[in-house]
């Protein structure tokens, strides 16, 4: 014979009042390191208390410059091309026989100057410090790399970018390109500057990034200015080939001035 159980609530009668938890209140996370700072602040000098911050106070600074959607290059005529400069999370190639180098240490400068971390992976190995120092380039916020191939390129500047650098400039240098990058690299590429809000920009002969790219700028041949035998600057046409949210066509002209000795 098959027994039946009978309910549990027959059998013992609960009590349904509430049973009060005693929770005991706990100290704001963040209220506590920030009065340690302040009072730590409080006992040094002026000068050097207003530059000190807390973790709170540079994570807010570090999502305040994430959300802005560009980053300047500091050319009035391509940031206008481009609607304000370098997007984030995208990849912008810069192809052609004119003076791309340039414009990526323009870019640079302009990055570093507003206190951001920048890499250029310089695979044709072109670049000069001291001139980009006198371009206006913070070394202690860039990190330069030089590989020899052009796949070696994409790994380091994949790697840069899973760092946290919030601009990466690629130059493959002038041609031939050493290498081959598969287009699953430049895939990659792109979903990591997606994922980490970088500006990644890249400069070559001829393009490579194909449909990763947010925007492919075509570099005409620089003209040169010259007084008398000297060369004064350097003029370039930087023609929109392709983008993404925009009708291609427009054009930037960029002019580069040699800096007169004083």
Do not use: N
Not at 202 to 213: E, I, K, M, W
Request: positive net charge; contains cysteine; aromatic residues 4%.
């Amino acid at each position: 014979m098959a027994a039946t159980a009978r309910r549990l609530e027959s059998q013992f009668r609960l009590p349904m009042t509430a049973i009060p938890v005693l929770v005991p209140a706990l100290p704001s996370v963040e209220s506590a390191p920030f009065e340690a700072v302040e009072a730590f602040r409080k006992g040094l000098d002026v000068r050097i208390g207003a530059q000190l911050t807390s973790g709170s106070e540079l994570l807010r600074a570090l999502d305040l410059r994430r959300s802005e959607q560009v980053l300047p290059t500091a050319l009035p005529s391509l940031d206008a091309l481009l609607d304000g400069g370098l997007p984030r999370g995208k990849v912008i190639e810069i192809a052609g026989r004119g003076a791309r180098l340039s414009v990526v240490i323009a870019a640079l400068a302009a990055a570093t100057s507003t206190g951001e971390a920048a890499a250029l992976i310089d695979t044709g190995d072109a670049f000069d410090p001291q001139l980009g120092e006198a371009a206006g380039i913070d070394l202690r916020r860039l990190l330069w790399v030089r590989p020899r191939k052009l796949r070696e390129a994409a790994a380091a500047a994949e790697l840069v970018i899973a760092t946290g650098f919030q601009l990466v400039a690629v130059d493959a240098g002038l041609p031939p390109l050493r290498g081959r990058v598969p287009d699953a690299a430049w895939v990659r590429l792109a979903r990591a500057a997606e994922a980490h809000g970088t500006a990644l920009l890249v400069s070559a002969p001829y393009p490579l990034t194909g449909t990763t790219s947010e925007a492919m700028l075509r570099a005409e041949p620089s003209r040169g200015q010259w007084r008398g035998p000297l060369l004064t600057g350097v003029d370039l046409a930087l023609r929109l080939e392709k983008h993404r949210r925009k009708r291609p066509g427009g054009c930037a002209r960029v002019q580069f001035r040699v800096a007169e000795a004083t």
